[in-house]
């Protein structure tokens, strides 16, 4: 579609369609929205929808952004959780890893056998189990030989 060829009347009864749109649950409208009549709203000269349509653009805008902020946090949360939700969020996905389920009981019966640790026992380093004195040797290797030492 070659907006070039609208008139302006056409232009917003479009974007406002696109804006109204977002609202059942498509915040793809809103980012298609915002691509396509960014220019017009912002970059061509004054004409009198202009402000109808740039109100439009900048409501598509937040609500893109609002809906990018809650899907990368469902995902994130999701993705952290995952396995700690057993069945519930196996309901809740699609596609479900080959092996989840099973590794889950393993791990379950491995946390019957193993006893609780005592309250005196000193809390395990996760850094220090990740990171090895290798690693800290090729930092220092990487770190010399681009000259950082002179």
Same mark, same amino acid.
């Given at each position: 579609?070659?907006?070039?060829?609208?008139?302006?009347?056409?232009?917003?009864? /479009?974007?406002?369609? $696109?804006?109204?749109?977002?609202?059942?649950? #498509?915040? *793809?409208?809103?980012? !298609?929205?915002?691509? %396509?009549?960014?220019?017009?709203?912002?970059?061509?000269?004054?004409?009198?929808?202009?402000? /109808?349509?740039?109100? $439009?653009?900048?409501?598509?805008?937040?609500? #893109?952004? *609002?809906?990018?902020? !809650?899907?990368?946090? %469902?995902?994130?949360?999701?993705?952290?959780?995952?396995?700690?939700?057993?069945?519930?969020?196996?309901?809740?996905?699609?596609?479900?890893?080959?092996?989840?389920?099973?590794?889950?009981?393993?791990?379950?019966?491995?946390?019957?056998?193993?006893?609780?640790?005592?309250?005196?026992?000193?809390?395990?380093?996760?850094?220090?189990?990740?990171?090895?004195?290798?690693?800290?040797?090729?930092?220092?290797?990487?770190?010399?030989?681009?000259?950082?030492?002179?």
């Amino acid at each position: 579609m070659n907006l070039e060829r609208m008139p302006n009347e056409d232009k917003l009864n /479009l974007c406002r369609k $696109y804006y109204l749109g977002g609202f059942a649950l #498509l915040p *793809f409208l809103w980012l !298609v929205n915002v691509v %396509w009549f960014f220019r017009e709203a912002f970059m061509k000269p004054v004409y009198t929808e202009q402000a /109808l349509l740039k109100t $439009y653009v900048k409501r598509s805008a937040l609500g #893109l952004l *609002f809906w990018v902020v !809650v899907l990368t946090t %469902w995902i994130t949360i999701f993705q952290h959780f995952r396995a700690e939700w057993g069945e519930v969020a196996d309901y809740l996905s699609f596609t479900i890893p080959l092996g989840m389920r099973e590794r889950e009981r393993e791990r379950e019966r491995e946390r019957e056998r193993t006893p609780d640790p005592s309250p005196h026992s000193a809390p395990r380093n996760h850094v220090a189990s990740c990171f090895s004195f290798k690693h800290f040797g090729l930092v220092f290797l990487f770190l010399k030989h681009s000259g950082c030492f002179r």
